[in-house]
Structures are given as C-alpha cells and as structure tokens.
C-alpha cells in the first residue's frame, strides 16, 4: 500500500510537471505566432518598397533616354552657333543655356538613379532575410505545436494510468494480493514515465 502511493504521488508530480510544460509551449506558441504574424506583414510591406523602387528605376531610364536625347540636339545647336553666331550674342546665349540646362538633367537623373539602384539592392537584401527569418520562425512555430501535441498525449496517458493506481489502492489488499497488483501497476507508471522522458529529452 505504501508503494502504491509513492507511486501514486511520483504521477502527480510528473502531472504538475506536464502542467507546466503545456503552460510554458502554449506561451512559446503564442509568441512564435504573433513574430510570425509580423514578420509576413514587414515583408509584405517589404516586398512592396522593392517592386516601387523597381518601377521608380524603370521611370529614370526612360527619363534620363529623353534628357540624353535632349542633351544630343542641345550640344549639336550650341556648337553650331558658337561657328556661325557672334560671341556673347543672344542667340548664342540661349543655345548655351539650354546645353547646360540639358547637361543638369542628364547629371541629376543619372544621379538619382545610381541612388535608387542602391536602395533596390538594399531593400531586396532586407527582403531575403525577412523570408529567411520568417520560415525559421515557421518551423519553430510548428516544432513548439509539436510539442504541445506530444505533451497533451503524454498527460492523457498519464490520467489513464494514474486512474489505474487509485483502483489498486482501493482494491489492494481485497481482490488481490500486493505481490500481484503492484507489479502491474508498476509496469504502467514504468511506461508512461519513459514516454515523459522522450517528451522532456526531445526539446
């Protein structure tokens, strides 16, 4: 009778124990799906910055194409009338100025290009690690379900046997002898508490 319920007490406090596993894999889940959450939700946005800077870039190459073009006919009209038109002339000037006003254009947009090609390789950077990061954290999510499931099977096994030591304790001594019952009994708690083992010794 004694050793049943030492038995019966070393259950209980596996029990507790079980309790307290489940408490702590629920938290982890419910952290694990909240970083999750916001994880796809920044790389959502993410991916979203990284298709504008590709369409911002795709708008410079056909504007810089146009200033190009502009700075084309402006160099060619500027040289021709510093051959055919008088120095410091009107004319002249307004030729000049509009090659340096075409040559700014081509200067500013190259520029700005440069900026944008380096903010699209950032950001596509940024995105990779977020994805990386985001399915590291999938798979934890799902080991730490995991868990959670192995826990619930093991504390319902451990209910079922536990069940089983309250009968003999209130039969031992009746219907069978100790010789006879302690040794079943013991067999049952046996295989839960190596069930329990391979659940704590897994994560």
Do not use: C, W
């Not at 079943?184 to 010794?201: S, T």
């Amino acid at each position: 009778m004694k050793q049943l319920r030492t038995t019966l007490k070393d259950i209980e406090t596996d029990g507790k124990i079980l309790d307290k596993q489940l408490q702590n894999n629920g938290s982890k889940v419910e952290q694990l799906s909240g970083r999750y959450e916001n994880l796809r939700q920044r790389l959502a946005v993410q991916s979203t910055m990284t298709e504008k800077y590709r369409e911002h870039l795709k708008k410079l190459e056909q504007n810089q194409q146009k200033n190009t073009e502009r700075l084309e006919k402006a160099t060619k009209a500027y040289d021709e009338g510093k051959r055919q038109l008088e120095e410091n002339s009107d004319e002249l000037n307004k030729l000049k100025t509009n090659y340096e006003k075409a040559t700014r254009a081509v200067d500013s947009t190259a520029k700005s290009y440069d900026t944008y090609q380096n903010k699209l390789k950032t950001s596509i950077k940024n995105e990779q690690l977020l994805q990386v990061e985001l399915d590291k954290t999938g798979d934890d999510l799902k080991k730490q379900q995991g868990y959670i499931t192995q826990v619930n099977d093991a504390y319902k096994s451990m209910q079922e046997k536990t069940a089983g030591v309250r009968s003999g304790l209130s039969t031992a001594g009746k219907t069978l002898t100790t010789g006879v019952t302690l040794p079943l009994i013991a067999a049952g708690v046996a295989a839960v508490k190596f069930h329990l083992r391979r659940v704590f010794q897994a994560e």
